[in-house]
């Protein structure tokens, strides 16, 4: 046998070692690489649910001040074929409702005219039953008899504070 023969029979393959080294290495990554991606979808998840409030308190400021400014009667009466009304608002030949449906945790706006009911779904919310994301304060008074001011509070998630959005209904001089 000669010199160059027997030194490149020595450098061919892995030892013992190296081999049992990576084994071990591979090991730790494929114990660690799972609970790093559950992590990763717990945390979007999270991510999500407060887009998605955020987005809902958005779509109800967007509908809200208008409704309230053009309304010439505010009430929590039913309205619109619905029962459990957050907030009504009327002026003559349309009635404005916003309602929580508390098993799909679902915030709508219902619009009825004469002929034409529309709902519009505002956003979802975390349906805990211990709570009611979206209340209603009148102002200064208590029974909501025509306040010029209209204040609903959406509290999107237990933990953060809640969101007032106040609306100020237009003057009747106007």
Known sequence: ??????????????TLTEL???????????ALLP??????????????????????????NRYFYGDVHSAEKVT???????????VHLSRPGTDVVYTYDQPTGALNRVKCTDGA?????LGRFDNTPSTHPVTLSCGAETPCTSPME????VQSNP????????????????
């Open 150 to 153: 209209v204040t609903l509070t």
């Open 117 to 121: 009911v529309v709902t519009t779904l």
């Open 35 to 60: 609970q790093a991606i559950i992590l990763g979808l717990r945390f979007m998840a999270g991510t999500e649910k407060r887009v998605a409030a955020t987005s809902a308190a958005g779509t109800l």
């Open 20 to 30: 049992l080294v990576t084994i071990v290495i591979l090991g730790i990554i494929g």
């Open 159 to 174: 933990a953060a504070p809640p969101t007032a959005l106040t609306a100020v209904r237009r003057s009747s001089a106007s």
């Open 76 to 86: 929590t009466d039913p309205a619109c074929g619905v029962d459990d009304v957050i």
């Open 1 to 14: 046998m000669t010199k160059q023969q027997s030194s490149r029979s020595s450098e061919s393959g892995f």
